[in-house]
């Protein structure tokens, strides 16, 4: 069974910077898809940055040239560097991953989610 852990949350003020980790358990397999994605209550979950076991990477419009998503293959571990931090990225972050070998953000398409880590930027 896959197990997802994030850790790295905070709260920080505008313009600062976070690293979100995401320990994986469990895992087999050498194709797969991992992702983040947030989350505040009573909105849709939408997706940040995601990467391919290949190495390829998608990131989302609302966070291009701010975050960036990379994986320590060692470690198993999934990381999303978050610079240029805005009050607007305040979220419950969550990662992800999937089976699937799609360069896709859409949340109905992962299999296995963390509990979250919590990201607060004030202005």
């Known amino acids: 069974q896959v197990q997802l852990v994030e850790s790295g949350g905070g709260s920080v003020h505008a313009g600062g910077s976070l690293r979100l980790s995401c320990a994986v358990y469990g895992h087999t397999g050498s194709t797969y898809s991992m992702a983040w994605f947030r989350q505040s209550p009573g909105k849709e979950r939408e997706g940040v940055a995601m990467r391919l076991s290949d190495g390829r990477t998608r990131v989302a419009d609302s966070v291009r040239g701010r975050f960036t998503i990379s994986q320590d293959n060692a470690k198993n571990t999934l990381y999303l560097q978050m610079n240029s931090l805005e009050p607007e990225d305040t979220d419950m972050y969550y990662c992800?991953?999937?089976?699937?070998?799609?360069?896709?953000?859409?949340?109905?398409?992962?299999?296995?989610w963390g509990q979250g880590t919590q990201v607060t930027v004030s202005s």
């Open positions: 992800a991953k999937a089976w699937n070998w799609d360069l896709t953000l859409n949340p109905n398409k992962y299999n296995y």
